[in-house]
């Protein structure tokens, strides 16, 4: 099992409070993420600030780029892998993007995996993208993925789709990685199709072992029938972790932080008749036996990669605490 922690680039005001993390401490976590044994550390993607957070925060929070952030960390590490977690492809231009990613790519020695979605919020793509209003994500996302993959292996790509359309681009450097990882984020069917027609790996999130295993057996039925092996697709998990001495400690600090905020955010969409208690059995939360039990319990549904971890703390400090005991009471259990 392979673990990787979510630097929080835009969790200020969703999973965090306002003000939380400044520049410093995202290249920090990752330095120290590194030094502990995580296999990664990534960056979740926001451009604009979401209805929800507005309404609960009187001032805005810092919404940090996660390419750049990266960037300064592969600066700052040698064999931490940079990942997206996740980044929201319809707000991005494909061609910009790709020259992006492999730049990072390169500069880092190949250790970018690239993990994107739709976007879990519809507000946040119309503040930003107003023509594209009626658009459908899920196609748009699926057409700039299929934009990425030509930009990285044609020497003149062209792209004529509904949403996104290039002439003759020649794109180079190409990514040092042939081919880049890219994981397709998400819960729902069209992710678990993007994943096995596009995609190196399968990212949902704060899923039961149950649920995992059931995507697996249809992403295996999308892969096949697109010609493809199942077992060349990787199957992660992103998961809110908070640790403490007894379960009932561990569901106080959670309902003392502002990851209640983020989970109420998605009540409609990815969290859909999910109740609190059901919430905290499909997230590592509880004692580290407890989380331990839980994440075998995960590899034996087949994820074999928790990335972009979800760490709770209402403080930088905080958050760094449970990095550490993650690290010191988890780890160890499966190396």
Same mark, same amino acid.
């Given at each position: 099992?392979?673990?990787? =922690? ?24 990752? =330095?120290?993420?590194?030094? !502990? ?5 990534? $960056? ?23 390419? =750049? ?5 592969? @600066? ?14 319809? !707000? ?22 690239? +993990? ?23 196609? !748009? ?5 299929? @934009? ?65 295993? @059931? ?10 029938? @697109? +010609?493809?092996?199942?077992?060349? =697709? ?38 859909? $008749? ?11 939360? $509880? ?49």
């Amino acid at each position: 099992m392979k673990f990787g =922690i979510e630097l929080p680039t835009a969790t200020s005001g969703m999973m965090h409070p306002v003000p939380f993390a400044g520049p410093r401490d995202l290249v920090d976590l990752a =330095i120290e993420a590194e030094q !502990l044994g995580y296999h990664d550390a990534g $960056g979740n993607d926001h451009l604009s600030t979401m209805d929800f957070v507005r309404r609960a925060w009187p001032d805005p929070p810092d919404l940090y780029e996660p390419l =750049i952030v990266l960037a300064q960390v592969a @600066a700052k590490t040698s064999v931490l892998r940079l990942t997206t977690g996740i980044m929201v492809l319809p !707000l991005r231009d494909p061609v910009l993007l790709a020259k992006q990613v492999a730049t990072l790519d390169q500069l880092s020695g190949g250790r970018v995996t690239l +993990g994107v979605a739709v976007g879990g919020y519809r507000d946040e793509f119309e503040a930003v993208a107003p023509d594209l209003h009626h658009a459908d994500r899920a196609r !748009l996302t699926r057409e700039r993925i299929e @934009a990425l993959r030509l930009l990285w292996t044609e020497r003149n790509a062209s792209y004529h789709g509904e949403y996104v359309h290039f002439e003759n681009v020649e794109s180079y450097p190409k990514p040092l990685q042939s081919p880049l990882p890219i994981y397709s984020g998400g819960n729902v069917d069209g992710s678990l199709r993007r994943a096995a027609e596009l995609g190196d790996g399968w990212l949902p999130a704060k899923m039961s072992p149950s649920g995992i295993a @059931a995507g697996r057996a249809k992403l295996a039925e999308y892969a096949r029938a @697109a +010609g493809r092996d199942p077992a060349t =697709i990787t199957t992660a998990l992103q998961s809110v972790v908070c640790l403490g001495p007894t379960r009932e400690a561990a569901r106080e600090t959670f309902r003392n932080s502002s990851f209640d905020l983020f989970r109420t955010s998605l009540a409609k969409t990815m969290t859909k $008749g999910v109740d609190q208690d059901a919430y905290f059995a499909m997230n590592l939360i $509880g004692t580290p036996d407890e989380v331990c039990e839980k994440v075998a319990a995960y590899a034996g549904a087949g994820v074999e990669h928790l990335t972009a971890l979800l760490f709770v703390g209402n403080t930088v400090e905080e958050m760094r605490a449970q990095i550490r005991l993650f690290a010191k009471e988890v780890l160890p259990a499966f190396a």
